[in-house]
């Protein structure tokens, strides 16, 4: 079974910085493309960012670029979000999800529960 | 960016309604349309992926279509399981975007 925890939220004054942190079992976790997603309180899907199974490729949503930064640990099958300059903005609840492919359709397969992220002073 | 856009934002039914949800792209996107449903408190959970596939384990009462940038997601009959919020999201390009969402509540 495909399980992914997210953890490493909490209450951070603005302009600080916070590490995310995403366990994941159950796949191969080296061949799986991650994303981050996140959800601001009472709000929409927000698609944060992506790292390829290698970690070579990755992604980010203008929202964070140059702010956050995504990796992967493959020997401990985790994944990492680390949050620099942060914004109140940038409050919400923080998904990892794999993507999943059949053929050249990829979709997010698999989320975490969440972590909420409070960006306040 | 792909901007996606759904319609209604939100919609009132009852039990045994026929629900149909839209989402256009601003531009084409292909078949690289996918759909997720959220309750609250909860991870969403996919639906639907390619437009029209049903994810294992998904009611046949989904449906998914369209191609381009028009697509709809249909449920044809609605049962209380139903009543949440619904999410198209695009995976045509890298920066992957997400609809506004469409909540479907109670009349």
């Known amino acids: 079974e495909v399980q992914l925890v997210d953890s490493g939220g909490g209450l951070v004054n603005p302009g600080g910085s916070l590490r995310l942190s995403c366990a994941a079992s159950?796949?191969?976790?080296?061949?799986?493309?991650l994303n981050w997603v996140r959800q601001a309180p009472g709000k929409g899907l927000e698609w944060v960012s992506s790292i390829s199974g290698s970690g070579s490729d990755i992604y980010y949503a203008d929202s964070v670029k140059g702010r956050f930064t995504i990796s992967r640990d493959n020997a401990k099958n985790s994944l990492f979000l680390q949050m620099n300059s942060l914004r109140v903005e940038d409050t919400a609840v923080y998904y990892c999800?794999?993507?999943?492919?059949?053929?050249?359709?990829?979709?997010?397969?698999?989320w975490g529960q969440g972590t909420l992220v409070t960006v306040s002073s | 960016d792909i901007h996606m856009t759904q319609s209604p934002s939100s919609l009132s039914a009852s039990v045994g309604d026929r629900v149909i949800i839209t989402c256009r792209a601003s531009?084409?996107?292909?078949?690289?349309l996918n759909w997720y449903q959220q309750k609250p408190g909860k991870a969403p959970n996919p639906l639907i992926y390619g437009a029209s596939t049903l994810q294992s384990g998904v009611p046949s009462r989904f449906r998914g279509s369209g191609s381009g940038t028009d697509f709809t997601l249909t449920i044809s009959s609605l049962q209380p399981d139903d009543f949440a919020t619904y999410y198209c999201?695009?995976?045509?390009?890298?920066?992957?975007?997400f609809g506004q969402g469409t909540k479907v509540e109670i009349k």
């Open positions: 159950g796949f191969t976790f080296s061949t799986s493309t």
């Open positions: 531009q084409s996107i292909s078949y690289y």
């Open positions: 999800a794999r993507e999943w492919n059949d053929w050249s359709v990829k979709w997010l397969d698999s």
């Open positions: 999201q695009q995976s045509f390009s890298t920066l992957r975007t």
